[in-house]
């Protein structure tokens, strides 16, 4: 519990720095987004005696705009995640993944339209507490991309995660949805792009709350909301994103819980 506690205070002091720069006298200015992330998965087995399996995500993010509080008013961009998975050690997790992401324009909030192509590493460590779990995650990704002055750039970022799972009990004997849990986080990432991109190496601070439970041992689902302030590349603009997530995953092989700890509900 001391861990928990001082993963929250070092959080709480980043959410804290962060409104200060926000609110601070120009140069930092901030604008407010709605945004809706949906996403479909399938995890799959790939060879059980060395612990490796798969998964493929597909995902749509949409937007609004500064003047537009409508969420689903442009299509922000699509996008394909292909895994392999590996389980081999307690309680903890390596992924290793490609990205494909599909950006598209959007004039009202300054978005240029490109292929952002990114290759991802990731570990994701648990520990099981009596009525839930928490986890620690950190994900190094390269992402490759050309800006909107037709630059290639390659900027590698790094991100960390941590999050809580509590089981929510069930008194019915035949309940409507199996192994339900309300799950939160918080994440920073960090980049580190040239100077003549990006001079901060401050990207996004997010944090999400959702409900994830099973429809049935194969098939899970979760629904929830998701906040995160990301610095735009100019270093003065803050863009603040928020609105519905909803994810769905199908599992080869049956699970007795998913708590969809690897999500990746953005919409940077």
Not at 134 to 160: I, Y
Not at 241 to 268: C, H, M, Q, W
Request: hydrophobic share 40%; proline share 5%; charged share 20%.
């Amino acid at each position: 519990m001391n861990t928990y506690k001082k993963c929250v205070l070092l959080f709480v002091s980043i959410i804290a720095k962060l409104c200060v720069l926000a609110q601070s006298p120009p140069p930092y200015t901030m604008g407010f987004i709605p945004a809706s992330i949906g996403e479909t998965d399938i995890s799959f087995p790939l060879y059980e005696k060395w612990h490796l399996s798969g998964q493929a995500d597909l995902q749509i993010v949409t937007q609004g705009a500064y003047t537009n509080k409508n969420p689903f008013a442009y299509v922000q961009r699509t996008v394909f995640r292909p895994w392999i998975v590996y389980s081999g050690f307690k309680n903890m997790k390596l992924w290793l993944g490609y990205a494909h992401n599909k950006k598209y324009e959007i004039k009202e909030a300054g978005n240029y339209e490109t292929l952002e192509q990114r290759l991802i590493i990731m570990g994701t460590y648990s520990q099981v507490m009596p009525k839930g779990s928490l986890f620690e995650q950190v994900r190094f990704e390269t992402k490759f991309f050309d800006d909107k002055n037709g630059v290639h750039q390659t900027v590698p970022r790094l991100r960390a995660r941590f999050g809580v799972n509590h089981f929510l009990g069930q008194r019915s004997t035949t309940p409507i949805f199996q192994a339900p849990n309300i799950s939160y986080y918080a994440e920073l990432m960090l980049k580190f792009a040239s100077k003549d991109y990006a001079k901060e190496n401050f990207d996004i601070f997010r944090m999400s709350v959702y409900y994830s439970a099973g429809v049935t041992k194969n098939l899970h689902f979760l629904a929830g909301i998701i906040a995160q302030m990301q610095l735009r590349t100019n270093g003065t603009q803050f863009d603040v994103y928020y609105g519905p997530i909803a994810s769905l995953r199908y599992s080869i092989k049956p699970k007795e819980r998913e708590t969809f700890d690897n999500v990746d509900g953005g919409a940077d």
